[in-house]
């Protein structure tokens, strides 16, 4: 195997072509190499680009670097203030040794359908910075995930920032993590919801889903059920049905097809009652 560390952004770029795995913590790869999931001739470390390690408020949005932790995440005031949801799935983020090493960027390029911080990143509308030698482009972060564990970045391209809809003066938003035990879990189903609100009506919304599907996404339906609305209960039923039917998720040692789908439905009533400062209703 070849290794490479790279000393600057272009560097990086250059060695990034004919299929090089970029590892910065290595929290992913790491282990894929380790039990013969993957078979890498070449490795490009980027993990001392330390220009790509920041958390910022820039041009109405909030830029993560792609070397930024999901630590760095915990110890924004910026990220705990502005993108809840982000913060409290950096709460629920494996262990602390994790979580100083796995990078916001890392999490999104494995494509899992269970990365944690995916559904709270779609959630707020993130947008996903690449940068090639032909320039930089910027795509939706709900149009990065393709397929399981495959993703829109093309070859020599490395991605250098993510950036998120703050949630502002009207902004109200929940997370809820379904796992087997408390720590080091992977998710049977998480969500993520996100609501600008003018005073009782929903301007916008964003419900992300994880392990629901073969890709972390949007349920766009269920926040279409939302948007323009006067959001109660008829509306948030209406929104958690559309996310439970949109769900086309898995069976595996976690979880049935079934109770995946149902819990969908289930975690984003719940989410969204508890975004809207609303009583927890009677269990499903």
Request: charge should be negative; aromatic fraction near 4%; glycine fraction near 8%.
């Amino acid at each position: 195997m070849e290794y490479i560390r790279a000393s600057s952004v272009d560097e990086a770029i250059a060695a990034a072509g004919s299929g090089a795995a970029i590892v910065a913590g290595g929290t992913n790869l790491v282990p894929d190499v380790l039990f013969g999931r993957n078979a890498v001739e070449r490795v490009v470390d980027i993990s001392r680009l330390d220009e790509l390690r920041f958390i910022e408020s820039a041009g109405g949005r909030i830029r993560m670097g792609a070397l930024a932790t999901v630590t760095d995440l915990l110890g924004s005031d910026l990220i705990q203030r502005e993108a809840t949801p982000l913060h409290e799935s950096a709460v629920e983020f494996a262990a602390p040794l994790v979580r100083n090493r796995a990078t916001v960027a890392g999490n999104i390029m494995d494509a899992s359908p269970a990365a944690d911080l995916a559904p709270p990143l779609l959630a707020q509308d993130a947008d996903v910075e690449l940068t090639s030698a032909a320039g930089r482009r910027t795509l939706p972060l709900c149009e990065f995930f393709l397929d399981y564990r495959k993703t829109a970045v093309r070859s020599g391209e490395l991605v250098t920032a993510i950036s998120i809809r703050p949630l502002g003066e009207g902004g109200r938003a929940a997370y809820c993590k379904l796992q087997l035990r408390r720590a080091m879990a992977i998710s049977v189903v998480s969500v993520a919801v996100a609501l600008w609100m003018n005073e009782d009506t929903c301007v916008d919304a964003g419900i992300g889903l994880g392990a629901a599907a073969a890709v972390p996404y949007r349920a766009e339906a269920a926040e279409e059920a939302l948007r323009g609305r006067v959001v109660g209960e008829a509306e948030i039923d209406a929104a958690a049905d559309a996310a439970r039917e949109s769900a086309s998720p898995i069976d595996d040692v976690r979880a049935s097809v079934d109770y995946r789908r149902k819990m969908c439905g289930v975690l984003v009533r719940r989410m969204l009652r508890k975004a809207m400062g609303l009583p927890e209703a009677a269990r499903a």
